[in-house]
Nanobody, 123 residues
Framework: VQLQASGGGLVQAGGYLRLSCASSTRIFSNNGMGWFRQAPGKEREFVAAISWNGAYTDYADSVKGRFTISRDNAKNSVALQMNALKPEDTAVYYC?????????????????WGQGTLVTVSS
């Protein structure tokens, strides 16, 4: 099973990006999904999570009101809409599949990591 993330890039502060993550199988239709990020020299941190059916979401305080996570189980995909980007949002962003159907807000709750996509926000 592969998780393929895309959509990263360079954007000015205040701008927006949309990250997408596609799964190669439908197995993750029954799993919560999430996005984490890791800035240089820092630990990987939680960004956003969504339950298996999309009914529940959770966000890190630093991105609430600016980022939106969504999923399309028919397309085996999850997305992260990032608005009002700030330089401190600069990081490699990872999509991830949870061990459960619920919200995975810690790295311990992750069963599968995708490869990262770099987001750079210039000031």
């Amino acid at each position: 099973v592969q998780l393929q993330a895309s959509g990263g890039g360079l954007v000015q502060a205040g701008g927006y990006l949309r990250l997408s993550c596609a799964s190669s199988t439908r197995i993750f239709s029954n799993n919560g999904m999430g996005w984490f990020r890791q800035a240089p020299g820092k630990e990987r941190e939680f960004v956003a999570a969504i339950s298996w059916n999309g009914a529940y979401t959770d966000y890190a305080d630093s991105v609430k009101g600016r980022f939106t996570i969504s999923r399309d189980n028919a397309k085996n995909s999850v997305a992260l809409q990032m608005n009002a980007l700030k330089p401190e949002d600069t990081a490699v962003y990872y999509c991830a599949a949870a061990r459960s159907a619920g919200l995975a807000t810690t790295t311990r709750g992750i069963a599968k990591w995708g490869q990262g996509t770099l987001v750079t926000v210039s000031s």
